[in-house]
T-cell receptor
Framework: AQSVTQPDIHITVSEGASLELRCNYS??????LFWYVQSPGQGLQLLLK??????LVQGIKGFEAEFKRSQSSFNLRKPSVHWSDAAEYFC?????????FGQGTRLTINP | DTGVSQDPRHKITKRGQNVTFRCDPI?????LYWYRQTLGQGPEFLTY??????LEKSRLLSDRFSAERPKGSFSTLEIQRTEQGDSAMYLC????WGVGANVLTFGAGSRLTVL
């Protein structure tokens, strides 16, 4: 069965610093991979997705992610974070008919 | 396109009561999903519909839970005889299956608190 591991439960970075959130997946076939963001009390908003082709995908709000098949990873990056990026971030893999999510990484931004 | 709507946004109930949540998907979407999210966890799959047919149910969906999508449009999720362990955020999502990739659009969620 497919699964997603986000090793970092909580990350704190300073505003303007770079960011990398880790995601490792387990899936037998070529995965469809997603990153969603959730602000407090809100639903999930799609940041970006990978289906095939270029392994570096661009998303909204200046985020990007790189698919590395050899490492079963799909890490999310941003060169310079803003205070408004503070939120919960979820990596997900599409298995048979449904999304399977990781536990999430809570991002705190220091001013 | 008004997105995915969920109602109510918050529900506080006493243990043993029944509650019902409603989800209105994006109108042209043929799939509708229900997920449950507890504090500090990622969303967990509960069930999904393609049009009006319920195609899969998770083991998390005990017999106290029932979901319907009677006309292939809106859906309801009912929890009977609520327990404190049912306290969670219930998320609905919809997608257009069969046209390219299956990208889920989520609603804002319905938060349930069982006292």
């Amino acid at each position: 069965a497919q699964s997603v591991t986000q090793p970092d439960i909580h990350i704190t970075v300073s505003e303007g610093a770079s960011l990398e959130l880790r995601c490792n997946y387990s899936y037998g076939a070529t995965p469809y991979l997603f990153w969603y963001v959730q602000s407090p009390g809100q639903g999930l908003q799609l940041l970006l997705k990978y289906f095939s082709g270029d392994t570096l995908v661009q998303g909204i709000k200046g985020f990007e992610a790189e698919f590395k098949r050899s490492q079963s990873s799909f890490n999310l990056r941003k060169p310079s974070v803003h205070w408004s990026d503070a939120a919960e971030y979820f990596c997900a893999v599409q298995g048979a008919q449904k999304l399977v999510f990781g536990q999430g990484t809570r991002l705190t931004i220091n001013p | 396109d008004t997105g995915v709507s969920q109602d109510p946004r918050h529900k506080i109930t006493k243990r043993g009561q029944n509650v019902t949540f409603r989800c209105d998907p994006i109108s042209e979407h043929n799939r509708l999903y229900w997920y449950r999210q507890t504090l500090g966890q990622g969303p967990e799959f509960l069930t999904y519909f393609q049009n009006e047919a319920q195609l899969e149910k998770s083991r998390l969906l005990s017999d106290r839970f029932s979901a319907e999508r009677p006309k292939g449009s809106f859906s309801t999720l009912e929890i009977q005889r609520t327990e404190q362990g049912d306290s969670a955020m219930y998320l609905c999502a919809s997608s257009l299956w069969g046209v390219g990739a299956n990208v889920l659009t989520f609603g804002a969620g319905s938060r349930l608190t069982v006292l």
